[in-house]
């Protein structure tokens, strides 16, 4: 049985660029003559192990470049995190297909199931080349220098912050948006690239890089609010105390844990109305408002980085070609990673699977501000071209102050 | 003393394009020799009666432009609401810096403000011309066929749950956005523009226009999830039971007699938090998300409808020339509104204030389905054409499923 079919498919929360990476394997695979077939798994590895698959060979190349315009897993998406007997029961089912090739578009989680089928396959003695290809609004694979799907995400923070500080500067008060993010502050961190004028918001920024401590946070509102008469806050959903106890977890009992024992974060306001409450009942703020940004900052549609585009794009060709081609000659399996070669300018390598599988970035400490509630000029420089062409600006009114004729 | 200034300012809630209104009115106001100074005030109405005024004609073309494709009140807003005593100091200053015209850019309280003003001022027999210039992302002022800031507000709803469709579509559960708009259900409306294909979501809108039923709301969501395997929910804030009582204050009462949540919470997240507590509870759906538009709808940079932008800049336009040259040679006071003339063409007149002040327009019931939880085609057409140019899009593969070679 000839190994010419290629199996893709689309693990963990969907990204704005997601598709990108998708079609990049689709439009690579079809100029190698070793590929008759792509397979793509609906559901990610459900769809394995399911038999579920759909035959991508047969879609054209019009209608592929439009989905890629399109956020959101296309082939649809699964939180099943495999353990080894999962592992298995997709490895039996690629071997049943005579997949030879096995691409994995996903996070750390995802990584970690390409590892395990990796592993499988090797001592199975079957011949299958298993690639991870990198995806999480977080920011949080090691050895990356940033991760396709990041950027858009980012690009919506700092467009949201952007406009909220002009909301919050017209009718002042405190607003506090919550961001995601449950261990990487990156992507609240990118409400800082939403800062124009010195006095912008946000003034204050909370990672889970940091510890929070309720009265630190109090007491840092009722600074700034001394100073601009307003403040704007971005707030990690992943803060926690020294213990590491989120800090949400710590008011609510009942809270919902994913597959993965992880609690759930996302998709409740409770975080944002309690910091908010909080605020009121402490520093007797009147005008104190709470967004939490929620599925919005990872599926809006009509927010994206072209940067961000282009690279997810490149990610799945160049796991096709690392696939076929080898790295300098030499097959192997492995995770794609973007490197930084210039301002701004990127290319590919490929990390053996245990460097990127089940590891989490976090920020890193050159980008944090010494005070913890800011960012560093190393990550606005760090992050700006990511961001992408045409991102919106704001402007005000020069002062141009008329005297007054009634009052003292 | 020559009547030769006018005054101009920004009452209420922000919107992406009140400052092309506001640039409408100082560029407009140039070209009239009658006019000598543009003056701004800051913050609304309390910028008036506190003499906070700055020189608009000090502001340079470029800078204007710059401005006025900038989301939020340039200006600053506030969110007093002026009793006769209010209006009569307003009137007090304007008389004092020998203000002829009187432009205010805001919603229907901010009409009313106009109406008593404009009282004020023939009583004392000042000559005093007052115009209201309509914004308002609610749509809900009488007269007119829509408002500006409606239109981009709406487009971001619209994208939103276009982008939160796909990702519901990728990982399947119950999606439910809570959106803005007390009284009238035009913006949660809008939802129903995100949708392009047949089973897209949003499946199930919830407008302020119809008495709103928990059980059935359960039921016609447990009907959604059995035929789709997904349910996505366009929810107004402003729901409310029979009896005119708002939901969330009926489920608020709910969990403090279970002593389960913390009524003292009236953040902007706890409407849908609880909704979706209901559904997990009495439906026993697991993988339930809620999300609260919250500001981000009103304030987002970036998103922005290019009819919206137009029509807001001519509405500050027209009201400059109302003012100066009167409607067919008539001189009076009134609230410029938005006149559809073709498909898709628009016009601009000039209502009396009586008409729009205090006044609260709610859809018409031609625009809602008659299961009371989708819109009609009526709506459709009514609203697509504002939505602007370059709307982004959504796009699907086609099936090509695969034989399975294992499973039965």
Known sequence: MALNKILVAQGGGPTAVINQSLVGVVMEARRHKGIDLVYGARHG???IVNEDFVDLTQETSHNLELVAGTPSSALGSTRDKPDLAYCQRIFHVLKAHGIGHFFYIGGNDSSDTVRIVSEQARQAGYPLRSIHIPKTIDNDLVGSDHTPGFPSAARFV???????????????GVYLGVVMGRHAGFLTAASALGKKFPDDGPHLIYLPERVFVLEQFLADVKAMVARHGRCVIAVSEGIHDAAGQPILAQLAKDLERDDHGNVQLSGTGLLADLLCEEIKAKLGIKRVRGDTFGYLQRSFIGCVSDVDQREAREVGEKAVQFAMWG?????????????????????????PLEAVAGKTRVME???ISESGTDVTDAFRLYLRPLLGSGLPDAYRLRPAPVAKVLAV
Do not use: C, K, M
Not at 158 to 172: I, S, T, V, Y
Not at 344 to 350: F, N, Q, V
């Open 158 to 172: 700092a467009q949201a912050f952007a406009g909220a500080n002009l909301d919050n500067a017209a009718l002042p």
């Open 327 to 351: 790295v300098n000659g030499e097959h192997r399996d492995g995770s794609v990673a973007i490197q930084r070669t210039g301002y701004y300018s990127a290319d590919y390598s490929l990390l």
């Open 45 to 47: 590895v459900r769809g």
């Open 365 to 367: 400490d050159l980008f």
